[in-house]
């Protein structure tokens, strides 16, 4: 194990925005199509298994698995296979995509059933079938994380319920709607990975959802712990410290300290599937931004066009600057508005050109204040420099490559330096042996 960092943990105070928060989840009306990407997720795509003209129901398999790291596709739609396309990821990755036009009726598939569980490996193969992928945005696939090599060594179970980008409440609106699934998918990944202890971390920014998960604890072992709204208060090293004192080593994993963490709304994806059997097809989402004309928390059907989902909350007032695919500080752009909604996203926020517009770049001063605030420790300057100087040796030495892209560095420079999306580059310069 290498060498464990002293973090100093001082994040930025980011404004919350959270206008929607109290904005209970509407459910948007069939689309007129779906684009479901065949790479929802991290390890390798899904393979199409089914062709042009196919009739497909809720819940159909239409991408199988391609590997351990992976995860099965299911359609949101009974329908017709328009096609097998291509799509193009906000990083430039071209994506295989089944396209499948509803008929209206929406029939269920009569494969959707609720599993038989009753032991750790068929817990683990119901959440392998259901599709579920990490739901807070890094789309891990659940069944991996479910099956650490160390289980026996797992203590506690964390609940990321932190929701620390501004503008996004759908986690918000899952922990005061979807209260009886959290808890039954907390209580099942305790009983069948045999875990003793679950801390469900929220920051204190959400009064109404902390009083109702609290209010609703109703076994042992079970705890609700506010935290400080600092960003990025929900990344998994500093919730686990903040949560239980324990720090993950580096290069090193939760399990390493004896923790899993789940994000809230895959947790109650769990046990919401354990009741019904139908797979991952919907989400929830946070739509806002300057120029959305009625933002809301919507639960959409996965692969849903993004400019039917900005259509259903009012359209745009202006001409988009940016749209994003997650929030302010560590989403995507989207290169146009028919990129479809992805199991991952938990939010659309579409920004004008003055909000959007990147302020003035200027000299460093030099202040420190990039790495106080790094939640890693992380030199972001000294990263930059060695990045510019093609230096790879220096970006090892630095840990560059352990940076989480949370953007807290480039938040608070006061010189508007644009260090986060440098320190991707260098990233992508150390995995090409320094080729820029
Ligand atoms: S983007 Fe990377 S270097 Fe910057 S604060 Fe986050 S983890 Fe640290
Ligand atoms: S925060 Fe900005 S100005 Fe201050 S040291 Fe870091 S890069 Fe330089």
Redesign the pocket.
């Known amino acids: 194990m290498g060498k464990f960092f002293k973090r100093s943990a001082q994040g930025a105070g980011v404004p919350h925005e959270k206008r929607t928060s109290g904005l209970e989840t509407v459910v948007m009306p069939l689309p007129s199509k779906i684009v479901l990407s065949m790479s929802q997720h991290i390890g390798a795509p899904a393979s199409p298994v089914v062709a042009k003209g196919d009739q497909v129901y809720v819940g159909t398999v239409v991408g199988k698995s391609g590997g351990f790291v992976s995860s099965d596709i299911h359609s949101g739609v009974s329908g017709i296979v328009e096609g097998i396309t291509s799509i193009t990821a906000p990083n430039g990755a071209v994506q295989t995509a089944v396209v499948i036009v509803p008929d209206g009726a929406q029939k269920v598939d009569p494969a959707v059933a609720p599993p038989n569980v009753t032991d750790l490996k068929s817990f683990q193969d119901a959440v392998r079938a259901s599709g579920l992928v990490g739901l807070g945005g890094a789309g891990f696939p659940t069944a991996v994380k479910l099956a650490p090599k160390n289980l026996d060594e797992i203590d506690t179970l964390i609940i990321n319920a932190a929701e620390c980008e501004p503008y996004i409440t759908s986690d918000n609106r899952c922990l005061i709607e979807d209260t009886h699934y959290i808890f039954s998918g907390i209580k099942a990944v305790m009983k069948y990975l045999n875990i003793g202890r679950c801390i469900v971390g929220i920051e204190g920014n959400k009064p109404e959802a902390i009083s109702k998960i609290q209010a609703a604890i109703d076994a042992p072992g079970i705890e609700v712990k506010s935290l400080p709204c600092r960003y990025?208060q929900g990344a998994e090293k500093v919730l686990i410290e903040n949560c239980t004192g324990r720090e993950v080593p580096f290069p090193g994993l939760p399990s390493d300290v004896g923790v899993i963490v789940m994000n809230v709304t895959s947790v109650a994806f769990v046990g919401k599937y354990l009741e019904t059997g139908m797979p991952l097809v919907t989400k929830r989402l946070t739509v806002d931004g300057d120029i959305v004309k009625d933002p809301k928390n919507v639960e959409v059907i996965i692969g849903t066009p993004v400019q039917e989902l900005l259509d259903f909350c009012g359209g745009l007032t202006d001409e988009p600057g940016k749209v994003l695919y997650g929030g302010p500080m560590m989403g995507n752009c989207l290169a146009d508005l028919s990129q479809p909604v992805l199991k991952n996203n938990n939010a659309i926020l579409a920004f004008s050109q003055k909000w959007a517009h990147l302020p003035k770049v200027t000299n460093c001063i030099p202040c420190g204040r990039?790495t106080n605030?790094?939640?890693?420790g992380?030199s972001?300057k000294e990263?930059v420099q060695a990045y510019n100087n093609g230096n790879v040796e220096l970006l090892q030495e630095l840990n560059a490559d352990?940076?989480?892209?949370?953007?807290?560095?480039?938040f608070v420079c006061p010189a508007k330096r644009p260090?986060?999306p440098s320190?991707a580059l260098a990233k992508i310069m150390m995995k090409n042996g320094g080729k820029k």
Request: net charge neutral; hydrophobic share 50%; proline share 10%.
């Open positions: 990025p990039c605030a790094c939640p890693l992380l972001a990263i352990l940076c989480m892209s949370c953007g807290t560095c480039s260090l986060a320190i």
